[in-house]
């Protein structure tokens, strides 16, 4: 579990995040969600220690990790995977090479056990063909399942996932949805997720923080998003008429169906 | 803005010493930098140097216009200006634009691609992989480089010497023995580590700290080659001043 507990964040004297509290609960997918600019990506880099936090704390299962010195905060990094928005991939190694770098850092397992690993990755992103292509050889939904690949391959305890859906078909982005939620089940990881996807939110989002410039306005789960009241959140997420269509016919539907006793469907 | 900035290259040189996570990998990127650097500038160093030799050879034949200097004074003067300016001066600001900027650029790439972020996240530090392999494998393979561009200059100028009928090779070499002052190796030597040293780490800090995109990476490679060429300069006058009076 992650705790983050009035956090504040600047830069150069503007303020990007202000008082922010939340936990990200352990063997679910948390959501972080918000316009461009609202701060998700600043949260999360705080969260992981690439920022330095001006105010406020963040606890990793009751450890203090923004007064941790480097020294300590290896320790919890070690314990963390982190898919990044452009995936990062070292693009001089292949995509054996890329999910092996952690183990040939930090494991002490043989080759073959290091190549078992990897293999285990692999198949489980379903890439079982790519290992000896270069991250320019391969699409950018393969791109991201080798990111997962190599942020699991330590068997991590916290999962960050920075905008994982951002250039994806909607076909590949509900793969991606999908390998993440069942990864979160199958290994109980505390799984963070930046987006502002809403098919992901309907989908994998267990437990949803709403941001707005930097201050946090709504918090809850993919079952009370939609009825909110809050003003802010009901705009972003019904930004286009389309769904703001869907979402009247949606409670129109539950109105008529309370009328006559039958329960909505889905 | 100039103490800031070398405030944070003394940090980044600071951060540089912390324990290896692994020391086999750690070393495994210093040879592969070891390759890149030195492997990598061997063939415009050997094209450089003999051509330096060889125009040095014709155009100190071309000012000694009295018969009464004997001809061995070319290769002395070949030599010496060879070993104390020519090889490790401007090989090395050449090798401050061949290697400053593929180091800038690599790291600057890695920078905006958010690798080096991947690296921290893991749990690395990263000027100590990324950084400090490059630093020692430039304080390995430059000298060493400019050893063999001392030797190839000498040798492209007793071939130029002989092609142009300037002075016999027989000559050449008995002039290169003559009068001949070890100390001007030590120099030489002196100042390919303090080169070598400026145009790595010089060109990882504006790689390392590049902020933004394409445009700043070009600018951060172009920054880090005229910074290194500068510092390169004022390196060579200072330690000229000191050690050779």
């Given at each position: 579990m992650i705790e983050v507990i009035n956090v504040s964040k600047g830069f150069g004297g503007n303020t990007v995040m202000k008082e922010v509290s939340a936990v990200m609960y352990s063997g679910k997918t948390n959501l972080i969600i918000g316009t461009s600019g609202s701060g998700k990506t600043v949260l999360m880099k705080c969260m992981v220690g690439l920022f330095e936090v001006d105010t406020g704390r963040i606890l990793y299962n009751g450890q203090d990790f923004t007064a941790m010195t480097d020294r300590e905060k290896k320790g919890i990094r070690e314990q963390i995977g982190m898919l990044f928005q452009g995936t990062a991939l070292f693009d001089s190694m292949t995509v054996?090479?890329?999910?092996?770098?952690p183990l040939d850092m930090f494991s002490p397992l043989s080759y073959k056990e290091k190549m078992n690993r990897v293999n285990f990755c692999l198949?489980?992103?379903?890439?079982?063909?790519?290992?000896?292509?270069?991250?320019?050889?391969?699409?950018?939904?393969m791109k991201k399942r080798v990111g997962i690949a190599r942020a699991i391959v330590l068997n991590p305890r916290y999962l960050f996932c920075d905008e994982p859906n951002s250039g994806l078909d909607p076909q590949s982005s509900l793969l991606i949805d999908k390998l993440i939620k069942e990864i979160t089940l199958e290994f109980d990881i505390t799984t963070v997720i930046n987006t502002h996807d809403m098919n992901s939110v309907m989908e994998i989002g267990d437990h949803i923080i709403y941001l707005y410039e930097g201050i946090k306005q709504w918090e809850g789960t993919k079952k009370d998003i939609i009825f909110s009241k809050n003003e802010k959140l009901n705009h972003f997420i019904f930004a286009s008429e389309f769904l703001q269509d869907a979402k009247e016919m949606r409670q129109l539907e539950i109105m008529q169906n309370k009328d006559s006793g039958n329960p909505p469907i889905g | 803005m100039?103490?800031?900035?070398?405030?944070?290259?003394?940090?980044?040189?600071?951060?540089?010493?912390?324990?290896?996570?692994?020391?086999?990998?750690?070393?495994?990127?210093?040879?592969?930098?070891?390759?890149?650097?030195?492997?990598?500038?061997?063939?415009?160093?050997?094209?450089?140097?003999?051509?330096?030799?060889?125009?040095?050879?014709?155009?100190?034949?071309?000012?000694?216009?009295?018969?009464?200097?004997?001809?061995?004074?070319?290769?002395?003067?070949?030599?010496?200006?060879?070993?104390?300016?020519?090889?490790?001066?401007?090989v090395c600001i050449v090798l401050a634009g061949v290697i400053g900027s593929k180091i800038s650029s690599e790291l600057g790439n890695m920078r905006v691609s958010e690798q080096i972020d991947a690296l921290e996240i893991m749990g690395i530090n990263t000027r100590g992989y990324l950084v400090l392999p490059k630093i020692l494998a430039a304080l390995l393979v430059i000298p060493l480089l400019v050893i063999i561009a001392g030797f190839l200059g000498i040798w492209g100028g007793l071939e130029a010497g002989k092609m142009a009928g300037i002075i016999a090779p027989q000559q050449f070499m008995q002039g290169l023995v003559m009068n001949f002052n070890s100390f001007n190796v030590f120099f030489a030597l002196i100042k390919s580590y303090t080169f070598a040293f400026i145009i790595s780490s010089v060109s990882a800090y504006y790689g390392y700290h590049v902020k933004g995109g394409a445009l700043e990476i070009g600018r951060a490679s172009t920054t880090a080659v005229v910074v290194s060429c500068i510092l390169i300069l004022f390196a060579d006058y200072g330690l000229a001043a000191i050690l050779l009076q």
């Open positions: 054996k090479q890329n999910v092996m770098f198949d489980r992103v379903n890439l079982q063909d790519a290992h000896n292509k270069y991250p320019a050889e391969i699409s950018g939904g | 100039f103490f800031f900035r070398f405030g944070q290259y003394l940090l980044m040189l600071k951060g540089m010493f912390s324990r290896p996570e692994n020391l086999k990998m750690y070393w495994k990127e210093f040879m592969h930098q070891c390759v890149e650097i030195g492997i990598g500038s061997l063939g415009i160093v050997m094209i450089i140097s003999l051509f330096l030799g060889g125009v040095t050879t014709v155009q100190t034949a071309y000012q000694l216009i009295s018969p009464w200097i004997p001809k061995t004074t070319i290769s002395m003067v070949v030599r010496d200006t060879l070993i104390l300016e020519l090889a490790p001066t401007m």
